[in-house]
């Protein structure tokens, strides 16, 4: 299904900087592990729902993140007919909530989530998209308007259930007035939600918490309906040990509470780190508990069970995934307390001992210039790492066997020349402020690179 209008690839790419993934993989989700390929059948009529204040919205406690759709036998083109399947299946089991952007998908994303949900009646579903204007071309009135009608006809849809201004926060508050103050855009979406084109307006957030702190403090004039925020059991206390520019989600969640603003939950799964790249120990720990249970349950009742979160977000490749998120929401059953602290202090603590860079493969820092496959090299990286593979956690012999797999799987799974040692320190992967983590990219591919270097020399 080729774009042939509004957000084309090249402008996408402007936008973002991230269409050129390595691998499907990569780009829109992970591959099946062995305990995602056969999961059991959600109940119908079994979802929880979270109410709204201001709209009385009966929201999902599960939403679909549209992010990583399913392509054609891994190539560059979406999977509409899989789409489809999936949305039906959703909204069968009662997921309502549908969030998008204008830069998901290489650009693709609202044109595929229109298509799949306009075939249903329109009460049946929200649907959630954003005024994503990063690049500075869409900085002026007009452009940013554009998009926003642009999101309309892609979504086919007179009225936008809940709208957010995309990603404040990165490049501080000069950065968001750019976006929205000086153009007048926030004036002109609040004008837009008076009229009910919006019914719902909100803010998702990463980055400089001046920003954050600024829209809440001033929450009496803009009157938030809700607000986006990344919300996991290693965010909640550790979100800023992991990177100091970010911010413990236990904090922002707090905010949003004493004001009564609903928390809509991004990233309960830290881009598949909670469950892919788990340290051994805790999805041992986690099996021993609940062995009926998938890994990825635990993080999703993690980030339902707290008062006040709407719903949370998943980006769901494969219907596989689909429905194991459904099994954790039809219904929810809340953590105790014992189970909450167990995550936060058993599981999260010993996670944060692991050395490893906070990236969620959001691919927001691609295309790099020079054809590096960061995300790749990262997620690589992290594996290794979790699985203790240094030095001081196994015996010789095992670290001898485990570099020489470390090498070989790094050459297997990244071409030569998209590896770490091919970084010029060019910083256009920083320069770009995408980086919903906030990672010095160009620092941590130097010390991957240096990694290798290393264990190349330990094995001659």
């Known amino acids: 299904m080729k774009k042939d209008n509004q957000i084309s690839r090249r402008s996408f ?34 979802m929880t729902y979270r109410t709204t ?92 308007i554009q998009m926003y009608h642009d999101s309309m006809k892609e979504l086919q849809v007179d009225y936008i259930d809940y709208y957010l201004l995309h990603s404040v926060g990165g490049g501080g508050m000069e950065n968001f007035s750019k976006r929205y103050l000086d153009n007048g855009m926030l004036d002109f979406l609040l004008e837009e939600r008076k009229a009910g084109r919006i019914r719902n307006l909100g803010f998702s957030y990463h980055g400089d918490i001046e920003v954050f702190d600024y829209l809440l403090a001033n929450n009496d004039k803009y009157h938030w309906d809700f607000v986006q925020i990344q919300l996991n059991y290693l965010d909640w206390n550790y979100a800023d040990e992991m990177n100091k520019r970010n911010t413990d989600a236990s904090y922002l969640y707090d905010e949003l509470q004493k004001r009564g603003i609903p928390a809509v939950i991004m990233e ?16 041992n720990e986690l099996k021993k508990r609940e062995p009926q249970r998938s890994i990825a349950s635990w993080a999703f009742r993690y980030a339902g069970t707290r008062k006040g979160v709407l719903t949370v977000l998943s980006g769901m490749t494969y219907m596989e995934h689909l429905k194991d998120n459904l099994l954790s929401y039809c219904p929810l059953e809340p953590l105790t307390e014992e189970e909450q602290r167990f995550l936060d202090r ?42 203790n593979m240094l030095p001081e956690d196994k015996g010789a012999e095992d670290y001898r ?60």
């Not at 780190?273 to 120990?281: N, S």
Request: hydrophobic fraction near 30%; glycine fraction near 6%; proline fraction near 7%.
């Open 53 to 144: 204040p201001n709209t009385g919205d009966k929201v999902s406690i599960l939403g679909y993140g549209m992010m990583r759709l399913p392509q054609i036998d891994e190539s560059e083109e979406f999977d509409q007919e899989m789409i489809n399947q999936q949305v039906d299946y959703a909204i069968e089991h009662g997921l309502n909530y549908f969030d998008t952007s204008p830069v998901y998908c290489r650009g693709m994303s609202e044109r595929c989530t229109g298509i799949a949900l306009h075939r249903h009646p329109r009460e049946k579903y929200f649907v959630a998209t954003k005024l994503s204007n990063f690049d500075e071309s869409y900085w002026s009135q007009e452009a940013s």
């Open 13 to 46: 790419l402007k936008l973002m900087g991230a269409g050129a993934a390595t691998t499907i993989a990569a780009a829109c989700g992970s591959k099946k592990t062995d305990e995602e390929q056969t999961v059991s059948e959600p109940p119908v009529g079994k």
């Open 401 to 460: 066997r485990n570099r020489r797999n470390y090498l070989i799987s790094l050459d297997r799974n990244i071409p030569r020349d998209r590896q770490p040692d091919h970084c010029i320190q060019c910083g256009r992967c920083i320069h770009q402020k995408h980086c919903p983590q906030k990672i010095n990219i160009p620092k941590e591919l130097e010390r991957v690179a240096q990694l290798v270097e290393q264990l190349k020399r330990d094995n001659t």
């Open 346 to 387: 058993d599981i999260a603590h010993q996670i944060m001992e692991e050395d490893t860079i906070p990236c969620n493969n959001c691919q927001y820092c691609m295309p790099c210039p020079y054809g590096i496959d960061i995300p790749g090299i990262f997620l690589h990286y992290n594996k290794w790492k979790v699985e």
């Open 268 to 283: 309960p799964l830290l881009g598949g780190r909670l469950v892919k790249d788990l340290p051994q120990f805790a999805v």
